[in-house]
C-alpha cells in the first residue's frame, strides 16, 4: 500500500509489490485472496507494459494459474496456453519463465481430459525444468508428479510408478515429510499402489 500511495498504481515498484503480496498470500493458500491482486496486476501491466511484455505475460500465466486452482479449469486455459505461447516465442524455449508458464500451462490439461496431449508435453517438459533448475527444484517435481498423473490416467501404470517414486522421494529430501506437496506425493503414490492391490506397500508410505 506505500508503494501505491507514494508511487501510483502503474509504477513497475507498485506492480511488483502487488504480485509479491499475491505470491505470499497463494504460498499460504489464500487464493481467493490472491486472485484479485494477480487480475489487477495483469490489467495494470497491459496498460503501462503492453499485452505482449514478458511481464505481462508472467502476469497473465500467475492469473491462469490461480483460476484454475480455484476450480475453472476451463477458463483457465487459453489464459495459460496464450501466455506460454508468446512468452516461449518472446523469451526461447529454456528460459525460466517460459517454462514456469509451460508448467502453469501443463497442469490445466489432464483436467480438462486433454492426456494425449499432456503425455508428450510433460514428458518433455519435466526434461528442460531438469536442465534449467534441477532434477529437485518446486517446478521440475511439480511437474514430474504430474506426468505420473497423466501416465495413470492413462493406464500406464508402471511408468507412472516411476515418476511418482522419484517425485515423492524427492519431496521428502527437499521439503520434509510433513509437507502438504510431500503429503499429495505420498497420497497418490499410495492411491495407485492399492488400485494395483499392493495395500502393504501402500500402507508403508505413511
Same mark, same amino acid.
Given at each position: ?13 507498485? =506492480? ?25 496486476? =495483469? ?41 506460454? #505461447?508468446? @512468452?516461449?516465442?518472446?523469451?526461447? =524455449? ?29 514428458? &518433455? ?18 511437474? =514430474? &508428479? ?11 501404470? *508402471? ?10 522421494? @524427492? #519431496?521428502? &529430501? ?6 502438504? *506437496? ?25
Amino acid at each position: 500500500e506505500l508503494s501505491r500511495e507514494t508511487l501510483g498504481d502503474r509504477h513497475p515498484q507498485t =506492480l511488483v509489490s502487488l504480485t509479491n503480496r499475491a505470491d505470499l498470500l497463494m504460498a499460504l493458500g489464500r487464493r481467493l485472496e490472491a486472485e484479485p491482486l494477480y487480475e489487477e496486476a =495483469l490489467r495494470f501491466r497491459r496498460e503501462v507494459l503492453g499485452e505482449r511484455h514478458p511481464s505481462t505475460l508472467m502476469s497473465q500465466s500467475k492469473y491462469g494459474r490461480v483460476i484454475h486452482l480455484l476450480g475453472d479449469a476451463l477458463a483457465a486455459e487459453p489464459i495459460l496456453e496464450e501466455a506460454s #505461447r508468446l @512468452l516461449t516465442e518472446t523469451l526461447g =524455449l529454456r528460459h525460466p519463465e517460459s517454462l514456469i508458464s509451460l508448467s502453469n500451462y501443463a497442469g490445466v490439461l489432464r483436467p480438462l481430459g486433454r492426456t494425449s496431449l499432456a503425455g508428450p508435453y510433460l514428458s &518433455q517438459l519435466v526434461g528442460l525444468n531438469r536442465e534449467v533448475f534441477g532434477e529437485d527444484h518446486p517446478i521440475t517435481l511439480e511437474s =514430474l &508428479q504430474e506426468f505420473g498423473n497423466v501416465l495413470a490416467q492413462v493406464g500406464r501404470s *508402471d511408468a507412472a510408478e516411476r515418476q511418482f517414486a522419484e517425485a515423492l522421494r @524427492l #519431496r521428502r &529430501q527437499v521439503l520434509g515429510n510433513g509437507h502438504p *506437496d510431500t503429503l499429495a506425493s505420498a497420497n497418490n503414490y499410495a492411491r495407485m499402489l492399492g488400485e494395483r492391490g499392493d495395500h502393504v506397500a501402500s500402507e508403508r508410505l505413511f
